[in-house]
């Protein structure tokens, strides 16, 4: 059986790894597929650099 700090550091591991998995399966800012992607997700929920981004590379 696992202790708590060694459960505590393979959860923290593992979410780690998911994080770099998914980021790594992105389209690249500016691309057709991010543009599209970026017009399904709520503007609500847009950081302020993905706004600019936007502006520069899918509207102008």
Same mark, same amino acid.
């Given at each position: +059986? +696992? &202790? $708590?700090?060694?459960?505590?550091?393979?959860?923290?591991?593992?979410?780690? +790894?998911?994080? !770099? !998995?998914?980021?790594?399966? #992105? =389209?690249?800012?500016? #691309?057709?597929?991010?543009?599209? %992607?970026? $017009?399904?997700? =709520?503007k609500g929920?847009?950081?302020? &650099?993905?706004?600019? %981004?936007?502006? $520069?590379?899918?509207?102008?």
């Amino acid at each position: +059986m +696992m &202790n $708590k700090a060694t459960f505590k550091l393979v959860a923290t591991a593992s979410l780690l +790894m998911s994080a !770099l !998995l998914l980021q790594g399966c #992105s =389209p690249e800012v500016g #691309s057709k597929e991010w543009c599209a %992607d970026l $017009k399904e997700k =709520p503007k609500g929920e847009w950081s302020v &650099n993905e706004g600019k %981004d936007f502006a $520069k590379h899918c509207i102008f």
